[in-house]
């Protein structure tokens, strides 16, 4: 499958009302990021883009923003999420192509999505990007109504009653989702349950084929800066050789005293 920015935009560019162009041909890497509603992936994701350089994209979060924009679609997305009811593919596909433009980089953490089969298959389509593979972050439902009903940042949808329907949300149409990809060898299951230091252990040796690049990288550029360095070194060598020549060519006898008086003082 051709999973690059500009096929992608290519298809999407078609819409009537998709804004904006891709610049590159760059080959897109995409890991969809999942579990339950408070299972960690907002936590997760913000360890791995320290690590790993990727861009974390969490789909509710650009929800939650297009809602506040007082954007034509803004009370629709408000209502659904009051619901815990998946917004409509389109609206965000659209949302999500816009950052991963934005973004500038090739390689994207997108959480929270796909919650549903119509979610799986438009991205697909419209986007022609396969992920590389799923992170499912798996924890109890005991723990993760502790975590949300605990989390305080303000959510609207962080009541129990919404918090519920989130759940039922999962079940039916995500859970669905994950054995898809389980079925495709794509599926890379974590236990969440733990506390934040050992599940980023066990997402490390997950993500560890990204980490390949960021060492070689990070090796080139020592080598590099002592390259440099080196040659700093050899350049100031050979200034110091010219003028000790030249000052011998024109003031022999004054070189030869000052070595020589060097050679006493020393
Ligand atoms: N391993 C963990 N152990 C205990 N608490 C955690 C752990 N991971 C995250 N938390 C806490 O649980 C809450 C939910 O975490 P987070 O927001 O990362 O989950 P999420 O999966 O992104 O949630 P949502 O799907 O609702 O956006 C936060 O308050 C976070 O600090
Ligand atoms: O792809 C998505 C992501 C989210 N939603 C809606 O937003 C809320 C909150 O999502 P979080 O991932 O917990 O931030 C979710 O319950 C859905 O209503 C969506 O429709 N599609």
């Known amino acids: 499958m051709d999973t690059t920015l500009e096929s992608s935009a290519a298809v999407l560019d078609t819409q009537k009302d ?23 992936k907002g936590t997760q994701c913000a360890n791995i883009v ?17 809602s506040k924009s007082g954007s034509p679609n803004g009370i629709m997305i408000r209502d659904m999420m009051n619901e815990g009811k998946i917004v409509p593919s389109e609206v ?29 298959a438009a991205f697909e389509n419209i986007m022609k990007i396969e992920p590389e593979f799923v992170l499912y972050f798996d924890c109890p439902v005991e723990e993760l109504e502790r975590r949300l009903l605990n989390r305080n940042q303000g959510r609207d949808d962080d009541n129990i009653g ?20 389980n079925s495709k060898g ?26 390949v690049e ?13 390259g440099l360095e080196y040659l700093i070194y050899l350049v100031k060598r050979l200034f110091r050789a010219a003028r000790m020549l030249l000052t011998h060519l024109f ?16």
């Not at 974590?190 to 066990?202: H, L, M």
């Open 18 to 40: 998709a804004d904006g162009s891709f610049p590159t041909d760059k080959k897109i890497t995409v890991v969809f990021v999942l579990g339950g509603p408070g299972s960690g």
């Open 50 to 66: 320290e690590h790993f350089g990727f861009t974390h994209l969490s789909t509710g979060d650009l929800l939650r923003a297009e």
């Open 92 to 120: 965000t596909i659209k949302l999500l192509r816009k950052a991963m433009l934005e973004s500038g980089n090739d390689k994207f953490l997108i959480d929270g999505f796909p919650r549903n089969e119509e979610n799986r």
């Open 162 to 181: 919404t918090i519920q329907k989130r759940f039922k949300v999962f079940i039916e149409s995500t859970l669905p989702i994950l054995e898809y990809y």
């Open 186 to 211: 794509k599926l890379r299951k974590i236990d969440a349950g733990k506390p934040v230091d050992e599940v980023f252990e066990d997402v490390k040796a997950v993500l560890s084929p990204f980490a």
């Open 214 to 226: 960021a060492n070689t990288c990070r090796k080139s550029n020592v080598s590099m800066v002592l």
């Open 251 to 266: 003031h022999g006898t004054a070189l030869e005293e000052g070595w020589h008086a060097a050679s006493i003082q020393k």
